[in-house]
Structure formats: C-alpha cells, structure tokens
C-alpha cells in the first residue's frame, strides 16, 4: 500500500519533448500540474536521448508554439550559434537544452517536477483513471489527477491503465497505406518478428580536436568492421559532422552501418526489467564500439565526447547506465501507440495531389478543421538492410529540399476507451507507417503543447478531453502569449508575420479558403524579402548570386562560393523570380558543415 498521498489536477508522466511540453502549457493554462519523469533531465529526444540536430519543421512557418520559442531561446543561448551540421539547420548542446527547460519548469509557479520516480501502477475505476502510483526516493506515493497524460516516447501508461494501443506493423490491406507491407509478407517473413517497431539508437557524442578535422585525416581513415561500410556513402568526414554540434561535439546517431539498433527489440516492450537491462546493455556497447571505431579511423582526432551527468537514470524501465559519452536515455523512434478518436495513416501525410503542397486538411463532418500541430518532416524509416520504400512527400523549396506539411486532429491525442488519458509524445494515435514521419522532436514539442492546453481546460472546466470542443484549443494555442502555435499549414505566413495570428483565424473560421498550395486563397500575405527578424550570428554577404535552373542557388563573392538556403517565405518567392546572376547583397549566417549560406533576407 503506498505510505503517502498527493494530487494534482493534470499528472504528466514521462520527460519526453511532449511531456515537458504538455506539463508546461498545463501549468501555463491554470491546471495544477505534476511531471513525473524516470530520469534526472528533461527533455527527452532534444536533451537526454542526446538527438541535439532536430529534424522537420525548419522553415519559418512552422516554427510556431513552443518548438519556435525553443529554437529562439536556443538561438541566443548557443554563442556559437546553430549552424554547425549538415544533417539540420540547427544545432545545439545537450545540456544547453536541458538548461533551457528546466529553467521554463521553474518559472512555472502551478507545475512541480519530481525526477528519479518510477511508475508502478495506475488505478482506474470503469473508463476512468484515478490515480498514479509511484516510487520517490524510496517511498511509495498515490497521487490523485484528474487528467492523465503520457508524454513518454514510448506510451508507458498504456499497458499500466489498460488503455488500448497498437505496437508494431499494420498490413497495407488494413488502411491501404501505399508504403505497408502485404499481410502475406507480415504473416510469413521474419524480418516483421525481429523488427516489430523502428531501430532506436543510444547515442554516443564524440569531441574533435579543435573543433575541426584536420586536412590528413579527412576521408582517408579506414573503418574496421563490422561498421566498415559506414563512411561508404559520403566520406569519413560527412560522417562524422553530420551531427556535428557547438564547440566540435558530435552526435554519433548514424543510421547507415552505425550505431542504430537492430538486434531482439521486443526486449524493449517486456515486462522483465532485467530483460529491457540486457537490451540497454547491448545498445550501449554497440555505441562505444562504433565510437571506438571512429577514433580509430581519424587516428584520434576524433575522441569521446563528454557532456552527459556522470550517472545515468534508474528507470521503471529497467536500469540506464548512460552518461558522459553515452546519453542518458535511448533514442526511441517508436513504442506503444495509443488506439485514439482519430488514426493518422501515411495517406494523411502525402500531398493531396501531384503539385501540390499541402496533405489533406482534417475536417470533421461540419467541415470544420479538427488540426492541433502541423508537421512537415519527410517520411523516414529506420531498419537494417535497404532503405525501406517510402511514397515521396518532399519538395524543392528555399534552394533545399523540404517534406510537405500535414496536420495532427485533436482526436489523435484522446484516448479511445479511457475518458481522461491524452497522448503528447510519439505514443499518440497513428500507424506504424506514419511514426516514421511524426515522430520529429518539433512536430512533438507542439503535439505535447497541444495536449498540455486540452488538458488544462479540461481540468478547470470539469470535462473530459473527447468532450472539450477542438475549437477552444486551437483558440488557446493560437492565443498563447507566450508561443503560441499555429495549427493550420500556411507556407507564405512564418511565425514573424504581423497577421500570423489573424490568418491562422480566417483559415480556422472557413477552411475553404486554404488552397491547395497552402495559401489563402485571395488573401496575399504580402511579403517583402528585406524585412525580418534578425539573428545573433548573422552578417552582410556581398557578392553574386546565381539560380541553377534546378531548384538551387549559388553565392558568389570574397569569401569564397557558397550554396545559399533560405527558411522564410520572403525571400524563397523572391529567390524563384531570378532569371539569371545579379549581385545581391544578403542577410544570413553561414553553415561550413553544410556546406550552404542560410539566408534570411536581402540587406536593405
């Protein structure tokens, strides 16, 4: 029997992206809220899962909510800056992150954090949860809620609160998703047993000397096995800053005859903690030993990186022993997802229609759109062997490619069959297809925004989450006077734009008006390529600038020649009227590792 008691109105379990998302927009809403996390940090995939080079979401329309406010803050924090890799526009330090959320906890005067608890079981009377209990410091605690969220990336709370979920392959025959597999195949290739959800990786940071690699050891290393075929597809040098970070640091997640894991991951999923130990076990080794590797083949230049608590998390799910090199915590790509009122499948994700640049929008029978949070990340699937097939969803924009925006419905974070549990991490409410594309840490920093402001209107009004209106949370979301978030895809209207909140309004009110490019239709934004916000580590750029027919640009001038990428609508429309070179002088910071000149606008 547990020997304490507390409560609070909103119980967020899991220090995932969403979960300190959720638990801080709960807070902010008016709700009484506890986090409980397994670990000592917050933050989960962005922090202490060590995956500091975020995908998706990179253009400055949708970086709206709390993801934008993230980026923002990282943006002054970073002395360095964010442009330090090739495999994001942003880069960052693990423990510049977790600064950063845990200060936006601390700030909040109706959130508590507990870190270091484990779940040991939820009490559910009917179709409602009552209550969590866990273990703090050697006590057991009953703690009363009104509304439970999960913010883990892998859906702790389901099995606990006997909530439905799905784990693992659906057949194409079931949704006619273009990219499952047959149920023929599922049925009878073991490949789908020995790989029931996506490779997750334990990430390994390296530290290289100087911050650079020197001209001798650029492409020339040899990488022994078994990851020799690592380096095969871009160099030794590409591998390593693919993720590379402030002050030289590297992310070591690298897919391609790396570090991901593939080996017996339903151990991930089994109730024996000394079985998930095993797991972990096995995955950290795998990381130092590619790590090892690494250092071997750039003779030492690139060394283990140390940037994690010495100690790792003791976890309900078995114990962690990451730490200095080795995060704190397994990047997860996928777990338990929750069977909700609305299912996202891959169709969802997918333009509408060849040329066009926006997936379907959610409406409900009255036609009115159901979207919380808009993402925009390219479909990607992580396995052993080939690259799995995927429907194309990417588009040439800004001089780089970028994936086609898609809308998240409430109805995806509300438990079907348990009235008061919301989803706010990758654990919600869609197919095995479509967790390769919604998985991104942004689209889940703002999915955890939204069903931190769901849960806090539920609490202060007394109802359950499948009753509140979707209006109201968008309202709340769009409202926020902190970082308020965007639910409908508009590619000519970034977060900066003096009527961004109007036009996410107008779109709202009639759903009609959003074209199929994105637009709304007859309202121009009116956009002027010299205007915007500026950055810490921008300057001037003079020079020559030239379109390569293809969807590219190129700089020209006394620093050298350069690739030039644009994230702001502003000046990607002005970029596509070029008809030949002109000279132009540019705002923008410039990324080596990229190799490309990000510009933001045209100097005045």
Known sequence: MPS?????????????????????????????TLLLTPGPWLGGMV??????????????????????????????????????????????????????????????????WWPDVQLRAIARRADRLEAVEIERQ???????????????????????????????????????????????????????????????????????????????????????????????AFGLERTITYGRLPGGLVMLNWPLHGNDWHGELQ???????????????????????????????????????????????????????????????????????????????????????PGESVAPLPLDGAGALQSVAVGNYANDHHYPGEDWALAPKSTRWGGRWSGTPFCIPYGALVCNGVENLLAADKCFSCSHMANGATRLQPLIFNIGQAAGAAAALCAMRGLNPGDLPVREVQNQLISDDRAPAGPVPLWDTPWHHPLWAERQREALDDPSLVSAQGTLAGR?????????????????????????????????????????ITLEPALHHWLQQLDGPRPVELIGCLNPWGPWLRASRLAR
């Open 524 to 564: 121009p934004a009116r956009l002027c390529p010299d205007r915007g916000p500026s950055e810490p580590n921008e300057r001037l750029w003079s020079g020559e600038l030239s379109p390569d027919g293809m969807g590219g640009y190129s700089f020209r001038g006394a620093q050298g020649p350069w690739p030039v």
């Open 4 to 32: 304490n008691s507390a409560q609070a109105q909103v119980v967020v379990w899991g220090g995932g992206t969403g979960g300190v998302a959720a638990a801080l927009q709960a807070a902010r809403g008016g709700a009484d």
């Open 267 to 353: 151990r991930a999923f089994d109730p024996d903690a000394a079985v998930r130990a095993a797991l972990y076990a096995d995955m950290q080794a795998h990381s130092q030993r590619f790590a090892s590797a690494l250092e071997e083949a750039t003779g030492g230049w690139l060394q283990r990186g140390r940037c994690f608590p010495a100690h790792g998390a003791e976890a309900s799910s078995g114990a962690l022993h990451g730490g200095e090199n080795l995060a704190l915590m397994p990047y997860w790509r996928e777990g338990r997802r929750l069977v909700g009122h609305e299912l996202v499948i891959e169709q969802q994700l997918l333009p509408q229609a």
């Open 138 to 232: 050697g006590e057991t605690i009953r703690v009363a809620l009104q509304v439970l969220v999960d913010g883990s990336d892998r859906g702790d709370c389901f099995p606990l609160a006997e909530a439905p979920y799905r784990l693992g392959w659906e057949a194409q025959e079931q949704w006619q998703e273009p990219s499952a597999p047959g149920a023929q195949a599922l049925a009878t290739d073991p490949f789908f047993q020995r790989q029931p959800v996506q490779s997750p990786t334990w990430v390994v940071m390296g530290q290289l000397a100087d911050g650079i690699l020197p001209p001798a050891a650029k492409g020339q290393g040899v990488l022994p096995a078994p990851f020799e075929a690592a380096s095969d």
């Open 47 to 112: 922090s202490a899962a060590g995956v500091c080079c975020p995908d998706g979401n990179e253009l400055s329309p949708w970086q709206t909510g709390l993801w934008g406010a993230f980026l923002r803050e990282l943006q002054r924090r970073e002395p360095d800056g964010l442009d330090q890799n090739w495999v994001s526009c942003f880069g960052y330090a693990p423990a510049t992150a977790e600064a950063l959320l845990r200060e936006w906890c601390h700030q909040e005067s109706r959130l508590r």
